[in-house]
């Protein structure tokens, strides 16, 4: 039986430019465009950057599991990419049995690994990791990432069939 793991997972666009970290920390709402609790104010924000900029769009996703901080405002990006790094992770690791990428630009490992012995896997972010239940881990990844592209495509009308057809491939692999 596939153990669930709690989840907690936001993703916020930047509303302001990060001059101080600590602060961006201390701050996530005072920074951040929360795509559920300020959804109207993210679809403004989102459909005024020009299209070929969007993935460009800088934010930061948050993800807890079990409650490790895994993702937090620290590791503000372009959430778009943020999001396709990590279901790349998911990707490369049914492709090769483990997987590694990076953040954009920066030296921040993402990485999932088997756990010896057991349908558990290693997922880790920078110098923090949980170990979970593989196809729960894989399951909730392509759920929360299709809610993800799915906003992106409803309020923008951009095609992410690309990130749809990697998430399909994942969560295929639970069954």
């Given amino acids: 039986m596939t153990r669930q793991h709690s ?9 302001h430019p990060v ?16 795509l559920v609790e300020d959804e109207q104010e993210a679809v403004a ?6 299209p070929d900029e969007r993935l460009w769009a800088e934010g930061f996703l948050e993800l807890s599991i079990d409650g490790t901080e895994l993702f937090g405002p620290r ?11 990590l279901v790349q ?7 090769a049995g483990d997987a590694e990428q990076f953040f954009p630009d920066q030296d921040i ?28 881990y894989l399951r909730r990844l ?6 993800f592209y799915g906003w992106l495509e ?11 057809a990697q998430l399909d491939q994942i969560l295929a692999a639970t069954r």
């Fill in 7 to 15: 989840w907690t997972v936001r993703s916020s666009y930047l509303r």
């Fill in 19 to 34: 001059r101080d970290l600590e602060d961006l920390v201390a701050r996530p709402r005072h920074y951040g465009i929360d």
């Fill in 45 to 50: 924000h989102v459909r005024a950057i020009p």
């Fill in 75 to 85: 590791y503000w990006d372009y959430l778009h990419v943020l999001w396709h790094t």
């Fill in 89 to 95: 992770v998911g990707v490369d690791y049914l492709d």
């Fill in 109 to 136: 490992r993402i990485a999932l690994q088997p756990v010896r012995g057991a349908r558990m896997v290693r997922f880790s972010v920078a110098e923090r990791s949980v170990t979970v239940d593989r196809d729960d």
């Fill in 142 to 147: 392509a759920e929360y990432g299709e809610w």
């Fill in 154 to 164: 409803t309020a923008t009308g951009d095609d992410s069939a690309v990130e749809r």
